[in-house]
C-alpha cells in the first residue's frame, strides 16, 4: 500500500518519469492531497499540470504580505484562469504592524531575520498543514535552485509524516519556461520573497519538514 512506500525502490522508479506521470502516480495513491505555492515566476507550470489531473486540489498559498503588485496581479490571474481552490494562510501580524514596530525585513542571516521567517512563512505553513492534514503535498522545487535541494529525492517522507512529492525536482528552469510558452502561461519576473532575499537561499521550510 501507498502509505508503506520503499522510498528508495518509489524515487528510483520515478526519476525516469515525467513531471506529469508523477503528478498522476501521487494523485492516484493520495487521500488528501494539496499542493502549495508561492505564486513566484514559474509557478504556473507546477499549477497548470496538477489542476490537469485534480482540478478541486487545495492549492495552499502562504502570503506573507511582501509580494509585489506584480506577483498580486500575476496570483489573482491565475486564481481566476485556472479555477483554483485557492486557500490563503496569513502571518498572525500584518506587514503594516510589523513595518512599524520593527522597521521591515531585518538583515538575512541573523537571529532577527530567522524569527521573522519563523512568524511570516514556517507558522503559516505548519498551520496550514495542520488545517489540509494532506498525506501527500506536491510542490514546485527543483534541484537547479538551491544547493540544499541538489540532495532531495522526488518523494520524501516529512517529519509530520505526510509524502512530500517534488513532480519537478529534475527539470531545469529551461524546462519550465519551454513547458510555460507551450501552454500559454505567463511567468512573472517581478517576485520577490522576504524570508529568502536571495535566490539561492533557502527560507527555511523544506529544510524544517526534511528528516
Given amino acids: 500500500m501507498g502509505q508503506i512506500m520503499n522510498l528508495e525502490m518509489m524515487n528510483q522508479e520515478l526519476s525516469t518519469l515525467s513531471p506529469q506521470a508523477i503528478i498522476q502516480w501521487a494523485v492516484q495513491r493520495a487521500g488528501k492531497p494539496v499542493l502549495t505555492t508561492n505564486f513566484g515566476p514559474h509557478e504556473a507550470a507546477i499549477i497548470h499540470m496538477v489542476t490537469q ?36 494562510f496569513h502571518p ?15 538583515e538575512v542571516d541573523t537571529p532577527e531575520h530567522d524569527e521573522f521567517t519563523r512568524q511570516v512563512k514556517l507558522e503559516p505553513f505548519a498551520r496550514a498543514m495542520k488545517v489540509s492534514a494532506p498525506d501527500y503535498w506536491l510542490t ?29 525536482l529534475n527539470w531545469t528552469e529551461l524546462d519550465v ?35
Avoid: M
Avoid at 506584480?70 to 490563503?88: H, S, W
Avoid at 540544499?148 to 513532480?167: C, E, H, M, W
Avoid at 510558452?181 to 523544506?206: M, S
Fill in 177 to 211: 519556461e519551454e513547458y510555460l510558452v507551450t501552454h500559454d502561461l505567463p511567468i512573472e519576473e517581478d517576485y520577490y520573497d522576504p524570508t529568502k532575499v536571495y535566490g539561492h537561499r533557502e527560507c527555511g521550510l523544506h529544510t524544517s519538514v526534511s528528516n
Fill in 92 to 106: 498572525q501580524y500584518s506587514r503594516g504592524f510589523r513595518d512599524a514596530i520593527y522597521g521591515g525585513v531585518p
Fill in 140 to 168: 514546485a522545487i527543483r534541484k537547479d535552485q538551491t544547493e540544499f535541494r541538489q540532495n532531495l529525492d522526488v518523494v520524501s517522507k516529512t517529519r509530520d509524516g505526510y509524502y512530500r512529492i517534488a513532480p519537478l
Fill in 53 to 88: 489531473v485534480k482540478p478541486d486540489i487545495p492549492v495552499v498559498w502562504i502570503d506573507s504580505g511582501y509580494g509585489t503588485k506584480a506577483t498580486y496581479r500575476f496570483a489573482d490571474e491565475l486564481i481566476r484562469r485556472l479555477n483554483l481552490n485557492i486557500q490563503v
